[in-house]
T-cell receptor, first 118, second 111 residues
């Protein structure tokens, strides 16, 4: 089945130790997103890739970076995790028409990666 | 800037009751609205999608309505079951912004 797969499902790291979370998709969607969801909070968009174009939300900390080496994969790098970065990280994909953003298409989410910072 | 609010934050009902969850959004110029289900510690499962031109969508015991002009949506769950216990999130797509989420309503259905 076509899907969005996130690894690892659970990640424990120490304060300040870099972490990489991965997301892969078999949907051939051209847009990939990373959301951060803290306990009892709404998922918050960190950034998204529209094809190869990186779009960072204005309030996303510099501590968070992303890479998209090809259509299928997208990585979230947290350079120096702090206690406040403990959260569920959700990857999503969608297919947007060439030529611009329509926002009309459905996002498909992965199961999430839960990050614990000690 | 689009803001999404969900009321109530938490709801507890006995099994078999019908219930309504509410979602409101500040910018009515939306492309679509989605309702998601999230089990504790898990990712998001899409339940229903309503395009801006639609008034409602139904899937099994779930019915979602959309009143774009007033910036409101409701999710109706009929004959609730303990397995419906989860957090229900509403999200809208508008402008140049991907999905904006509400904080969700945490539903407990008591057997």
């Amino acid at each position: 089945d076509a899907m969005v797969i996130q690894n690892p499902r659970y990640q424990v790291t120490q304060f300040g130790k870099p972490v990489t979370l991965s997301c892969s998709q078999t949907l051939n969607h051209n847009v990939m997103y990373w959301y951060q969801q803290k306990s009892s909070q709404a998922p918050k968009l960190l950034f998204h890739y529209y094809d190869k174009d990186f779009n960072n939300e204005a309030d996303t900390p510099d501590n968070f970076q992303s890479r998209r080496p090809n259509t299928s994969f997208c990585f979230l790098d947290i350079r120096s995790p702090g206690l406040g970065d403990a959260a569920m990280y959700l990857c999503a994909t969608s297919r947007e028409l060439r030529g611009g953003w329509s926002g009309a298409n459905v996002l498909t989410f992965g199961a999430g990666s839960r990050l614990t910072v000690l | 800037k689009q803001e999404v609010t969900q009321i109530p934050a938490a709801l507890s009902v006995p099994e078999g009751e019908n219930l309504v969850l509410n979602c409101s959004f500040t910018d009515s110029a939306i492309y679509n609205l989605q309702w998601f289900r999230q089990d504790p510690g898990k990712g998001l499962t899409s339940l229903l999608l309503i395009q801006s031109s639609q008034r409602e969508q139904t899937s099994g015991r779930l019915n979602a309505s959309l009143d774009k002009s007033s910036g409101r949506s409701t999710l109706y769950i009929a004959a609730s079951q303990p397995g419906d216990s989860a957090t229900y999130l509403c999200a809208v797509s508008s402008g140049n912004t991907p999905l904006v989420f509400g904080k969700g309503t945490r539903l407990s259905v008591i057997a």
